[in-house]
C-alpha cells in the first residue's frame, strides 16, 4: 500500500509511511549521519527566495538576506547565485558573507555596537552601506571613512516607534528598544550626514521586529519612511535605497502571515512610483520552513503529573522554545498508531528551561525514536551553544533524492580549541 500524506509544510510529507524531505527519507539521514541533526531543503529556500523576487519584479531592488538567521555557507552560496545580497550585523558575519562570495556591493551592515574594527573591514571591503543606529555611531563612521580616505555610504535606521505585536523579546522598533534613530532625532541628523564630505547619505532603513503576522506595523512603518523619504528630497537630500528590513513571520503553528508575495505587493503599493531602489531584509520567512531538526528519544519517564520525554537535542541546539516559548512542530520519522500522549519534550541539558515543547500531544514516544522538530531553519543552528559541552549538531543540505553534509558535526576536540 502507498500512503503519501501531504503536510502543511512544504516539501515535507509521509510517503509509505515514511517522513520525506523534498525526495529523501529523514530516517536514512538520522541513521547516516547520527542526531541531533540539521536537514535544509535547497528547494524551500529557493521557492521563498524567488517569491520575494517575483514580487518585486519590475522595480529597482535588492533582497538582502538577514544571515543572521543562518549563516551556513552552502545556503548562502545558492542564494549568492540567486543574485540575493545580505544584511549583516558583524565583521564575523562579513567574513562569512564574503567566504560564500557574495560582492561587497551587495552587503549592507546593521547593528547597534559596531566596533571600530568592523567598521574599518566593511570600509575596506567597499560594502553598498551601513545602516546607522545613533548619532554617536554616524560621527565615529565619518571619522573612520575620514582616516582611510574613504566616503561612508550611510542610511539611519529610524526607529518608528510601532508595536508589531509579536512576542515582546523580539520587537526591535519601539521607544524601548535600542535599536535605532528616534523619529524626532533623524531628520537634523540627516541634514548633519548630507554636509559631511566623508559621508554619502544613500538611504532610509528601518526594521520593526520579527515573526510579524499581521501586515499593519509593516504598512505603518513603510509609510512613516516614504513620508520623510519625501521630506528630506524636498530639502535636497539624495536618497537612493529604502530598506523596509525583515520581520514576515511564518507559520510555526495557527499563525497565519501573509504570503511573501501578498506581504511585498503592499509594500510597493505604498512606495508607489518613487524612483528608489527597494531594499528587503527577509531572514526567517526565507530559511524557517527550509529547515528540521531531527532529535531520538533516549528515554520516557512519567510520573502522576507529567509523561517526560527526553531527547539528545535541547536548547543547546534549538533555544526557541526555552527563550520564546517558541512552538515547534514536531512529527515522528515513522508514521505509527500508538496512541497520543500528553508529553513535555526535553533536552538533555542540566537547566530546567531546556524543553522542546511542552503539553504536546504526540503518539506516545518510546526509547530509540527519532522525531523532526519543524520550522527550524531559522534562528536554530546559529544560536546554538556548547553548553554542558555538548558538540553542536551537523547541518545537511538536500537536494531532491540527493543529500550532503554541508557542515560536519562538532568534535570533542573543537570543544577544547584553543584552551590551555
Ligand atoms: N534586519 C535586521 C536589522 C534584523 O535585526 C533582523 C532580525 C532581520 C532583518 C531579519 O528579521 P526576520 O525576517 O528574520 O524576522 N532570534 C529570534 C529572532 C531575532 C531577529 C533579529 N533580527 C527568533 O528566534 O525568533
New binding site residues.
Partial sequence: MTTIEALRWPALEYRWGELHFEDVRLSQLAEACGTPAYIYSRRVLCDNYRAYEQALEGRPHLVCY?M??NGNLALLRILAELGAGL?I?SGGELYRARRAGVPADRIIF??VSKTDREIEEALTAGILMF?VESAQELSVIADIAGRLGKVARIAL?VNPDIDPGT?P??T?GMKTNK?GIDVAEVHDLYLDAARDPRLSVVGI?A?I????TSRRPHHDACERLCALLDKLRAEGVVIRYLSL?????ITYHDEQPPEIGAFVADLCAIVGDRDVTLIM??????V?HAGVLLSRVLYTKSNDCKNFVMMDAGMTDL??PS??D?YHPILPLRENNRPPQLVDVEGPICESTDVLARNRHLPQPRRGDVLAILCAG??GFC?ASNYNDHPRPCEILIEGDRWRLVRARETYEDLVRGEE
Fill in positions: 538577514a543572521k538567521a544584511d550585523v546593521s547593528g545602516n535606521r512576542h523579546k523580539i526591535t535599536f532603513q526594521h521586529g520579527s515573526q510579524i528590513g525583515g520581520g514576515l513571520g531584509e527577509p531572514g526567517r520567512s526565507l524557517g533555544i526557541r527563550i520564546y517558541a531559522a534562528y544560536m
